[in-house]
């Protein structure tokens, strides 16, 4: 019998592999794409090794090295944000590709895209890669504590369209995205309760890039937001939002388009044990724990069925050849592809999905593929698959190409693109070859 995946029951329990979906390099694979932005091959053998539960166990929780490699990069990234260009970005790129927990990573891009906080309208690298730390540093804990957080920062409010100028900040039409996008979703509040909101964020001002409070601009008579009455001020705001049921429902359905489909449209029953979690003791870190381990993230409606965004793609190419690469020369070249880190295109982030893909952006991407795995160029061939196969003893039965299409694709190729003709010999360029296949743009 197919299992109903809007039965949430089924959709939540941990999956255990069987006859009709075993634990094989294709699922170990698109685990490592999803939560690591892609795996080696000794991280791929030891997943097969060791099984789904255990290799999720060591993607959630932090190495001990974790704390130490973060302070070390933000310092990294602290002091090319002190100056205009892609430093900044360059440093996180090379972070996602280095740090023992790639999953942090992934989900401090996911509130990056979920805030949609732009240096278009902020104007300052040190403010957006101060924003970033903000995410990383809670957006595996609570999302009160997250949203508080996101909510001191002048980038933040900014961005929402206060003026640095050390007057009253903050517009109704501000709060409304507060609460549409940011917490409850669309059309889960009234009027009412965003101009109650409003008043709850009086006495907060941008002044000389700094979020100061203004005793005497602060409105403290009592407001009535969401049903709840009293004198709110932000914490109190934050709170109430981050608490309501909707917040939950909002983020659950963001998280599950982001780590499982595209395309997914969950129903709210569906969403209501993970949703639960979210607004709940625990957390986004328990939320996307319970996500990766479950039968819903390892089914077929799972699998491959997102578009990779440009940096997923570059990393799904850095990070299974275990090497390193000129990352001030990647974010440029992300940025062509149209994904500039400190700029996504709207308050709603980057659209995601089919709008990543059409004849311009494979033609970019393609060549971003040949530049990252030449010989010479941008590059400098730092990447090296002939290398990487000879590692592991796969480079002289034929070349490294049997491994390629198992570390790339999980040897899920169509017989034409099989056949020994396709694709040039060279290992650099059959693999430059195989990331510009259909198969790999799908993550």
């Not at 002190?82 to 970005?89: L, N, P, R």
């Not at 957006?128 to 002048?154: K, M, Y």
């Not at 971003?368 to 698959?385: R, T």
Request: net charge neutral; charged share 25%; hydrophobic share 40%.
């Amino acid at each position: 019998m197919k299992p109903d995946l809007n039965d949430p029951a089924w959709a939540w329990a941990p999956f255990q592999p069987d006859a009709a979906r075993p634990w094989d390099l294709r699922l170990a694979a698109h685990l490592y794409r999803r939560a690591a932005f892609g795996g080696t091959w000794p991280e791929l053998q030891r997943a097969l090794s060791e099984g789904p539960q255990t290799t999720i166990e060591k993607l959630v929780h932090p190495t001990p090295e974790t704390a130490a490699f973060n302070r070390l990069y933000d310092d990294y990234e602290n002091a090319a944000a002190a100056s205009a260009g892609y430093g900044s970005q360059a440093w996180w790129l090379r972070r996602m590709i280095e740090s023992p927990q790639p999953l942090q990573e992934q989900v401090t891009l996911f509130w990056h895209n979920h805030f949609g906080i732009s240096n278009v309208h902020v104007k300052g690298n040190a403010s957006l890669c101060r924003h970033t730390h903000i995410l990383r540093q809670h957006g595996l804990g609570s999302f009160e504590a997250l949203l508080d957080a996101v909510l001191a920062q002048p980038a933040v409010w900014i961005c929402l369209g206060a003026r640095d100028n050390g007057k009253r900040s903050l517009s109704d039409s501000s709060v409304r995205i507060v609460m549409d996008q940011y917490t409850l979703g669309p059309g889960r509040c009234s009027d009412s309760d965003v101009r109650e909101g409003t008043r709850a964020l009086t006495g907060w001002i941008v002044s000389q890039g700094e979020l100061r409070f203004v005793p005497g601009e602060y409105d403290a008579s009592p407001k009535r937001i969401l049903d709840q009455e009293g004198d709110f001020d932000r914490k109190a705001l934050v709170r109430i939002l981050a608490k309501q049921p909707a917040t939950g429902n909002w983020l659950a359905r963001h998280l599950v388009r982001w780590f499982v489909s595209d395309t997914a449209k969950p129903s709210d029953a569906l969403l209501a044990p993970l949703a639960k979690q979210l607004t709940g003791e625990g957390g986004t870190s328990k939320a996307v724990e319970m996500l990766l381990r479950s039968n819903l993230f390892f089914s077929t409606e799972a699998y491959r069925q997102k578009v990779r965004s440009p940096v997923e793609l570059a990393l799904g190419i850095i990070r299974p050849l275990e090497g390193r690469t000129g990352t001030m020369q990647l974010a440029a070249d992300l940025a062509r592809l149209g994904q500039d880190l400190y700029e996504p295109p709207t308050i709603r982030g980057w659209a995601g999905g089919l709008s990543w893909i059409n004849p311009l952006t494979m033609l970019g991407r393609a060549k971003l593929a040949e530049a990252l795995l030449a010989e010479s160029g941008a590059y400098e061939g730092k990447l090296d698959p002939a290398a990487v196969a000879d590692r592991h003893g796969h480079l002289a039965k034929d070349g490294g190409r049997q491994f390629l299409v198992d570390l790339y694709l999980q040897g899920e190729l169509g017989s034409e693109a099989r056949s020994e003709d396709a694709g040039p010999a060279d290992p650099r360029r059959f693999a430059a070859h195989l990331a510009s296949l259909p198969e790999f743009q799908l993550a």
